[in-house]
C-alpha cells in the first residue's frame, strides 16, 4: 500500500507543543480520533501547570546527485526491438500513353538594328578665312591577320587678322602609313610619315617703326619674309606580346628640319620587361631617348659656328603593383643617366614613382596620393608643337622634373556624376620657358628678329597647383565636362613663368537632340600671362616700368551642330570664337575673329 504524507501537521495542549508527520486516508483519521480522547480523559482527571517548550531542530538542506542525459537514451519497450528486414520486388512494364507536350515557343523580343561601323570616312569643310579642312582614313585587312591603313591630314587658312600687316597665312598636311599584324602570340605594327607645316612670323611689336618715316617703315615691312617651313619625317613600329616576359617594345625615329637650314634627329627606344614573382606582377622599363640637332645662327647672327646640341638619356624603370583589401600601391623608381654629347655634362639622377590609391566610400571616395618624377627630353620638334613662331636660335637642353607631390580625392557623387580634385607641388631644374625675343629695327635683321618671335629661356622652378574636374551624364543624350587648374609659380633666375596662366577652366557640353541631329558647345578660359621685350636702337624705348608686359586673360566659345542624313553621309558646322575677339595667344599674336566651317563626313567599306 502506497502513503501519501502531508508536509507537516500540528496540535497543541496545555502541555507542550508537538509538529511530525501525519498519515492521511482512514487510518490517519482514526488515530487522531484516539489520541484526542485519551487528551481529553486525562484533562478531566488531573489538572497540570501550564507550561511551554519549544522544541528546535537545525534545518539541513542537502542536494540530490545529479545525473548526466545521455544523448541517446536506452529504451527498453518490447515496441523498439529490431526490426525485421523485408525483401521486396517491383516488376516494371510499359504502359502505353498518347499524350505529346506541346512545344515551347520562344518569347520575341525587339531588337535595335545594330549600327554598322565602316572601317574608312573622308572628310571636306571650307570656311571664312579661306579655312580649308580635309581627312581621309582608310585601312584594309589583307588576310585574316595583317592589315593595312593610312591617313591624310590638311588644315589651312589663308589668313585676315584684323590690324595685321604680315601674310598670316598657315598650312598643315600631313599623310602617315601602317602595316601590322594581330597573331596568337603577338601583334605589332610598322608606321611611317610625314609631316609640312607653313607658319609666318606676323606679330611684329605694335610700335614698330615708330621712330621712322611712313614711307621707310612701309619699305621695311615690305622686305622681312616671314615664312617659315618645318618638315618631319618619322618612322617607327611597336611589337606586343601575349605571353612572355618580353612585355612590349615601342621604336621611334623622328627627322624634324626648316627652311633655315635647322636639323633634327630624335631616336626613342623602350622596351618592357614583366616578371610574375609571388603572385606579383613586377615590370621593368627599359628606355633609350636620343637627341641631336643644329642651328645655324644665334639669335644675334654673331656666332660662326652653328649651335649645336645633342643628349642621349638611359633609363630604368622598375615597378610592381600591390593589392591589399582596399587599398593599391604603385611602388617604383626611375634612373636615370644624362649623356651631354657637346659638352660632356654628364649626370646621374634617381627619381621616386610612388603613388597610393584607399577607397574610402568604395568607388564613391577614394583617396590617392603619390610623388613622381622623370626626366623629360626636349627638342626643337615639341617645341614647334607648341608654338610654331619660335626663331631658329635656340638652346636645347632637357628638364629635371626632381618631384611631383600630390594627393586628391575622385570617386562618383552619383551614378552619373563623377569628380576629381587634386593639389600638387612640382619642382623642377631647367624648366623650358617660352619669351619673346628683343628686337631692333635694322635692315639688316633676319626675318624672325623684329621682334616677332620667340624664343626658349630655362629657369628652375616650384610650381603649386589645384585641379577640379566635374563630369556628368545627365542622360543618353547629353554630357557634361568641366575642369579648372589655379597655379602659382616660383622662380630662381626669372622675375616671372613667362607665358605660364594661373587660371585655366574648359567646359563642354554635348546634346543627341534626335537621332539625326547633335549638337556641341565648348568654352574655355585662359587668365593673364606675362612675357618681356626689349626695344633698341629706336628713339622710342620701352621703360623698365612696362616690363614685363601682361597679356590679357581671354574668354574663347565654341560650337557645333550636326545632321547624320544615313548611317554614311553626316553633315557639320562648326563655330569657332564666337565671341569674335582677337586675343594674344602670344605677345602680339592675335588670332582670327569669328570662325565658320561647314562640311559633310563620308563613310564607306571597300
Known sequence: MTFKYLNIKSFTNKTATFSAPFPSGRVGVGILFLLVSQFS?????????????NVVKPYTPTISDAFKVKETPSLEEEGNAKKETIKYTIFSFPVASTFTPSKGKAEG???????????????????????FVGELFVNHDLNNTNYVGGMFKHHSSQGGIKGVELDDRFYDTSIDLTYGAHEKDLSWNFDLGYQNQVYNWYGLPTDFGSSMTPSDRRTLINGIKQQQDYNTITAGGKIDFTESVFDEAIVKF??????????????YVKPSFKVDIMDTAIRTNVIVDYVGGSFKKNYSNTNVEPLKYGFTNFGIEPSFVVLKDDWTLYIGAGIYYSLDNEKSNNKFLIYPQISASYKVVGDLMIFYAGAKGNLEQNSYQDFVKENPFLSPTLNISPTDKQYDIFAG??????????YNVRGSYLNERNKALFRSNDYTERSTNENY???????VVYDDMRTLSFYGELKADFSQNVTFGINGTFSTYTNDLESEAWNLPKIKVNSNIDFAITKKWFAGVNVFYVGER??????????????????????????????????????????FLRANNITNKAYEKWLNYSVQGFQIVAGVNYKFDF
Open 449 to 455: 628678329a623684329f621682334g616677332n618671335s620667340l624664343q
Open 254 to 267: 623622328n627627322h624634324f628640319s626648316d627652311m633655315y637650314g635647322s636639323s633634327e634627329n630624335r631616336f
Open 41 to 53: 480523559f486525562a484533562q478531566k482527571k488531573e489538572q497540570i501547570g501550564t507550561e511551554t517548550v
Open 530 to 571: 606675362k612675357d618681356y621685350k626689349t626695344n633698341t636702337d629706336i628713339v622710342y624705348i620701352v621703360a623698365p616700368s612696362q616690363n614685363p608686359i601682361v597679356l590679357k586673360s581671354y574668354f574663347d566659345l565654341n560650337a557645333n551642330v550636326g545632321f547624320k542624313y544615313n548611317e554614311r553621309f553626316t553633315a
Open 409 to 418: 580625392l575622385k570617386g562618383k557623387l552619383t551614378n552619373n556624376v563623377s
Open 109 to 131: 523580343v525587339e531588337k535595335e538594328k545594330q549600327e554598322h561601323l565602316f572601317k574608312n570616312y573622308a572628310t571636306f569643310g571650307i570656311g571664312n578665312y579661306g579655312t
